[in-house]
């Protein structure tokens, strides 16, 4: 047991880590990691179980730091518990270009750190993902591999932003009950005090949405403890407001908003060295409190070599499919899977929708890898995402696959990284393009992280007619070809999207995006070809010798390439067809392919039923761009397309004009 | 007083009306207007201000279909209610290119629909802008010319989506008791029943942000009546759950996930006219209840007459503010307080951060635009957002003109639409350009209406340093670009930021956003221009005769553009320099312009701490661009503009290269 004055030294560690780091730095947010340095203390001293030599046993419990800025927090306690990849110089380094330290904590950088987190209420969401993916793990594999805490410290800020009420809804609906948040309830923001901008009764709205509520002082080390054990016990997930003082321990600036994002001063450190009675200097703490931390961060040394057994002692079935799904592993009958299907597709070629061609593909997908976790945000039968292996999971059944998400798109796509960080589990999602907006900033995420989770994105032009200009994507191709490390697919028939799918599996460490159709397509590809071709992000669908035209497309428009490509030829004019199922993947390409593909025929022409912004890379900005420039508009969705002039007939127009 | 069975009829008008037009479309959403007749009769019969004769009157109350996809309620109560712009003709053309009667309800295609609708929790969002809009115009103008209720109704989606929590807590926090929410708790979402996806207890929830909540039967005209007089009482806004049955009457498929989107079908129609008694023919009213719906239309004749006297009466300058307010008209003195402001620069030549030279436009714009209302989610002192004309609204003082509005990017933007849509105030707000992900599903919506709401978008790139990828934007500006209609601003120097200001606020039907740096920049604009060369989106800042090389740059990076061509001038090389803050306005110019200002120069150069995509418009595709191709980083900004190589050195040795 830590004695009163140990817990407070050692809190009092983390406070002046951090704020000798924000002062080296002369940057970064003091308030958050002195105010919640008792609850962080508590946690990690008392009840987190983890393993710094081990830092990714997969049945660790997880600790997420929503509020981001707060990242001290985070680096001070990975030093103090003897997490090797954190060094006090690592720490002094504090937001230095290429430090670990950056200014928000950031996956990969260390050991430890779980999520990418910074822009509010994401990690509390990301939080949801984790939870859900241990409830699934347990049900599939057993308590003794899997069973472990989800723990997530949030601000105001986080339970402000709507994302927050998406991901708390959910959690309460699924009763995650091993979630356990820590709200650091300290009423201040960046514009002065809570009561500015908000008076939301939070304990009354976590009811509300069935959580379970607890209100502690947030400097108590043992009313912290009981709280925890207490949200342990519950069938419900657990919000634990600790009241605190932000930037606790400044004697003149802590409780005000000064201490939020600014150094604190030397003067206001030296005042609070003396208010605490710490006479070491900065970075350095004392013997007896490291001595301390370390002992804690072996506390689960036993329990991890515990959990090692019972892996061990496991059937080797068992333990080879949990090793696999944690290493991220596809199966070895995944790409036959996929080539018999191409091979099926190859004679069948059918005419269809590419949602309902991605449903096909995920019925042969879902059959052989596991480890996917499907899900829609209340647009299941539009997105065509469930499959005859995705039973839906309930609040009190985890034995599905299926997550109905809700209408909660930026939540579901939060709770998607969180699953795809916990590991065993690979998400996608289903919802509409357009709606891509609402879940922009965690696919953006997702692409920083470098983390594989896939989003099925149907409706993905005005090709879905008469829902109009609100539900028709015309710039969200560009919006998220845009996001750095995100592949974009869109795909022009059922070969193109079993292979997209094969390419977006293959890739451990990128976000997918799958822009599929409402309306039926014809056949791109005739023929089975072992290669992928999709994994060259663009390709020749029709060469043609000599061509003096070439029509690169996307998606539906390629159908509208090919036929104008049959007209020209009968014309005489010699015209190639690319298909481009992936800008991302294309520019990634030796320079020789590239230049080969773009090729040099005198008219280049780009069609997408979206806008320009972008194709100039293929067709130059003097090529021909048929597709969208305003916003799209209500109607069957033929009449927009000859409305809009994306027509085969445009094509050979635009061809000829050019040409002559 | 309407008898029960008049009321019946009444009601079922709108559902024959519904049903038929979705039948006719073969494609919309007939289950809510079926759900939500009865709500709407007994409002638009009994309680709703507005005057079919003059739907732009200033001081109607506000109705909001925030389930957007029922459109066919609103289209049957305008064109019952005997707006003049809704025939029986435009609900025939339902969904069909070019009507009116569009798949979800626009925006100025009829009178009487105030918002645009669909993306779900919009409309509610919208609805607390306009109560914000409401309250503020009563405190200037006094009750007697602005004093009217705004309805909104909402379906379970509305609820689950986040932005709902936010515009909740917001209204709740800002005691918007004229703020009236009807809940259309019909229990079905399109995945089936909510109870899938959802257990929050909606009544606790909104308790919790201190809303007033009322639980009624749906489908009881007498009970809605009573629940809406409770709610005009409270001092809280009034969340009224109707308890109702989506597809109201359809014996086979009400209450059912089959009747939400998609038509009934011939039979299923022929039985609901049976089960209704309802022997018309599609799209015929029976006289009676026309008549009766006519009535309704003109129940706010006097109430509108009365108010014109109180208009007419008013002190002629009180007369004219208020009309020019809500006419969108600038203020005859405001192009010379501008013309005043550039003077001035042109002659202190102030070295400042774009965001703060923001600040010191809005000094200027405050003082001579009363309407103005400005904001920020929480991060005041950091998008320099606040002036000295601009105290802060309270909850019980709308006296101001500042909102606080709290970590709630989507929230705020989307009730900045609300605002600008009820007219009579210009929004502007204030968050991080990283942020514009959080709500850019309302800022589309601000451009697909055209609207007039401005978003101040400050620590727009690698600039802001420290705080890391998490928080620099590198693909914001191409995002933002990419909406139609929006013009994106990214303004090098203070001259340039009052231009941008000055452009903004003179489109009356166009967003804006303005990216603004954290960092000091030099002036690039030395002189005063009687001319707004913003207003071309792009212009030559410094010319060369014969120039050899072109660099275009936007906002901090003009500054290195010009460094470059001083050292480029230096070695003899002529080398143009074209500022670029505004690539939308640019394209709508004339070509002559746009040819002369791209120029021939042999070598083409573009210069932004952002990604490529869409500056091929201006280098060509073999052009150079010098900016960023992946995420940022942690890292004072000096060294991460080195680091990512966006520097002047860089862009003389690339100019050099290609002209070896």
């Known amino acids: 047991m830590i004695s009163r004055d140990k817990h407070n030294r050692m809190a009092n560690a983390i406070r002046f880590l951090a704020m000798d780091a924000v002062e080296k730095a002369n940057s970064g947010h003091p308030g958050l990691p002195m105010g919640a340095a008792d609850i962080a203390t508590v946690l990690f001293t008392r009840f987190m179980t983890f393993d710094p030599k081990a830092p990714l046993w997969p049945d660790r419990d997880r600790f997420v730091l929503s509020a981001g800025h707060g990242s001290m927090l985070i680096y001070s306690l990975l030093y103090l518990l003897g997490y090797e990849d954190m060094s006090i110089e690592d720490i002094k ?26 822009p509010l209420g994401q990690g509390l969401a990301n939080a949801v993902g984790m939870a859900i993916a241990e409830r699934k793990l347990e049900t599939e594999f057993g308590s003794e591999l899997m069973s472990h805490y989800t723990y997530v410290l949030a601000g105001d800020g986080c339970l402000m932003e709507g994302i927050s009420q998406e991901a708390i809804s959910l959690a309460g609906h699924l009763k995650l009950n091993k ?18 901008a908000d008076s939301t009764d939070q304990h009354a709205r976590f009811r509300a949405c069935h959580w379970n509520t607890i ?5 108590d080390p043992d009313a912290i403890a009981a709280a925890i054990e207490q949200a342990q016990k519950s069938d419900k997930p657990t919000m634990i407001a600790c009241k605190t003082v932000i930037g606790f321990g400044a004697p003149n600036k802590a409780g005000t908003h000064k201490v939020h994002g600014s150094p604190l001063g030397a003067d206001e450190i030296a005042a609070t060295r003396k208010a605490l009675n710490w006479e070491e200097e900065a970075f350095v703490v004392p013997a007896d409190v490291l001595d301390a931390w370390r002992l804690a961060g072996l506390r689960s040394t036993k329990a991890h070599r515990e959990w090692q057994d019972r892996l061990a002692a496991a ?16 199966p070895g009958n995944f790409d036959s899977a996929i080539a018999d299907y191409k091979k099926k597709l190859a004679e069948t070629k059918p005419t269809v929708a590419t949602r309902k061609a991605s449903e096909d593909a995920l019925e042969i997908i879902n059959g052989v890898l596991p ?18 292996q995705t039973k839906s999971i309930t609040p009190d059944d985890f034995s599905g696959r299926y997550i109905h998400y809700g209408i909660r798109e930026h939540g579901m796509a939060a709770a998607m990284n969180g699953i795809a960080l916990h590991g065993g589990l690979i998400p996608y999602s289903g919802g509409f393009l357009i709606f891509s907006d609402y879940c922009r900033p965690s696919i953006r995420l997702a692409a920083l992280m470098g983390i594989r989770v896939i989003h099925v994105l149907t409706h993905d032009s005005i090709g879905l007619g008469e829902d109009g200009p609100t539900h028709q994507p015309v710039e969200h191709m560009a919006a998220l070809r845009a996001i750095p490390n995100l592949m974009m697919f869109r795909p022009a ?10 390419v977006a599996l293959e890739h451990k460490h990128r976000p997918s995006g799958m822009a599929l159709t409402r309306q039926n397509l014809v ?24 061509a003096k035209v070439t029509i690169f497309a996307s998606g539906s428009e390629v159908e509208i390439a090919m036929k104008a490509r049959a007209a020209l030829e009968d014309k005489g004019v010699a015209t190639r067809v690319v298909s481009v199922p992936c800008f991302e993947l294309f520019f990634e390409q030796p320079e020789d392919y590239r230049k080969a593909i773009i090729g040099n025929s005198p008219v280049k022409i780009a069609v997408e039923a979206a806008i320009r912004q972008g194709w100039d890379s293929f067709i130059g900005s003097d090529g021909v761009f048929i597709g969208m420039n305003s916003f799209g508009a209500s109607g069957p969705y033929k009449e927009l397309y000859k409305h809009f002039g994306i027509t085969p007939e445009a094509v050979v127009a635009a061809a000829e004009s050019k040409l002559s």
Do not use: M
């Open 93 to 118: 380094n504090f937001r230095q270009l290429g430090s670990k330290t950056a200014g928000h904590p950031e996956y990969g950088h260390a050991s430890g750190i779980e999520t990418t987190t910074g």
């Open 179 to 196: 979630l356990i948040l820590f709200w650091d309830d300290n009423g201040i923001s960046i514009d002065g005090a809570i009561s500015l």
């Open 215 to 219: 209100a502690v002082d947030g400097h």
């Open 315 to 330: 059937a080797p079935e068992k333990k080879g499919e949990f090793t696999r799904r944690f290493a991220g592993e596809l």
């Open 371 to 388: 480890e996917t976790i499907g899900g829609s945000a209340d647009l299941t039968g539009s997105n065509n995402t469930k499959t005859s």
């Open 493 to 502: 028939d059922a070969t193109e999207t079993a292979e997209c799918w094969q």
């Open 523 to 546: 056949p791109a590809r005739t023929e089975y070809n072992e290669k992928n071709l999709c994994a060259y992000g663009a390709y020749d669908l029709a060469p043609a010798d000599g």
